[in-house]
């Protein structure tokens, strides 16, 4: 069982509400909380919602509460407790990677990243323009310049093609980031790296326990990093780690996380005492985060499970819906094995995107869309960035859609979504065939 809010619900009813006509209860957070329906001030995750759909929800694993406690009795708060070294030897384990460690987001691990790479100012670092910020400010606090890369048309990840026309010689590294777990095609971004003496560093905030070519992702670059922030398969709250593929790092990595000194070197008795000896921030999360996430990661089976179900349902449900309607689904190779970590649509338009969130709205259910394109934020246009630069971005920026997704999505909840999404008709424009926005920036009638 995931938890008890799933199994009372999924044993109440299978039943969807009926079709157009929702249940409007007051949210007293306003109509939809981007991530949760419940009020603010409860402490009660499990009570029933207020008739909305959220887009995400936090899993409470049956375990939580627990392991809660115990990290409370253990009176070891603060980080490397026992549970943080209870999920660093499982993670190890799982992914066959010499170290892991916890930090408090995966923003702080990507600062890690960039801090371990010595990354200087001057130098460049190639990073897709269609991901979060996180990804770029870790290398552009360390006074790099970020260079933008497009993505792919299928995967929407970082499109290995273009990296030959953006290496330079004050190229550092280059950041491919698995968008929605599915893997980069690391086999042509590692052959690049190579040849041109560059890190990778994964940004698997989506991916964890997904796998390219049989292999898990987190595991080919130099560094990798994780997020379980709480719209992630696996979350405490706000938490990250730092997954270590090469061994000359480790030690380094350690230092930088307890704050510059050689602390974990004293624990093990190897200096008679510790002190600081680098660079370095507290990325420790506490171990109360640590005890919630290990809960969820001891069912890593049934959560990706789980998720796998919701991701095919959604898929199969729509697939003629959108085949006649113009719309794309997600796109996942053969030879890539996604964690089920999001279902997007791509609309024909924006104004067709904006129609559908709002029809979603209208009916109790609550979506969104995704990134914006970097290159033409302010930030981005101070680095060069220009209308133009990356036009697959900026075409799929302004059509994507997230359906509500999380590990605790009822049958019922999930058919009111679907029945909704398939009672959505895109714009016949002037009269004539739907003008749909391909992923390259040309037009073509549906």
Known sequence: MLSRRLRREEGE????????????????????????????????????????????????????????????????????????????????????????????????????????????????????????????????????KPVFADVRPDTLNLDENQLEALVTPRTRAVVPVHYAGVGCELDAILAFAARHSLAVVEDNAHGLFGKYRGRYLGTFGALATQSFHETKNFSCGEGGALLVNDARFIERAEVLREKGTNRNRFFRGQVDKYTWVDVGSSFLPSDVLAALLYSQLEMRTQIQSRRKKIWQTYAEQLQDWAVAQGVRLPVAPAHCEQPYHLFYLLLPSLEDRQALIALLRARGICSVFHYLPLHLSVMGKTFGGREGDCPVTEAVSDRLLRLPFYNDLTAADQQSVIETVRSFRVARRHGGPRDILTLDGSRRAA
């Open 13 to 144: 009813t299978n039943k969807p509400r009926k079709h157009g006509t929702p249940v409007r209860r007051e949210n007293p957070t306003g109509w939809c909380r981007y991530f949760r329906t419940y009020p603010a001030a409860s402490t009660d995750f499990r009570k029933e919602d207020n008739g909305v759909i959220p887009f995400n929800r936090p899993l409470i694993a049956e375990k939580a509460y627990d392991y809660l406690r115990q990290a409370v009795d253990n009176m070891h708060l603060s980080g490397d407790g026992p549970f943080t070294r209870k999920c660093h030897a499982l993670l190890e384990e799982e992914l066959g990677v010499p170290k892991v460690l916890l930090t408090t987001s995966c923003t702080d691990a990507l600062e890690m990243a960039a801090l371990l790479l010595d990354v200087r100012p001057g130098d460049e670092v190639i990073v897709p323009s269609f991901t979060f910020v996180s990804t770029v400010n870790a290398f552009v606090l360390r006074g790099a």
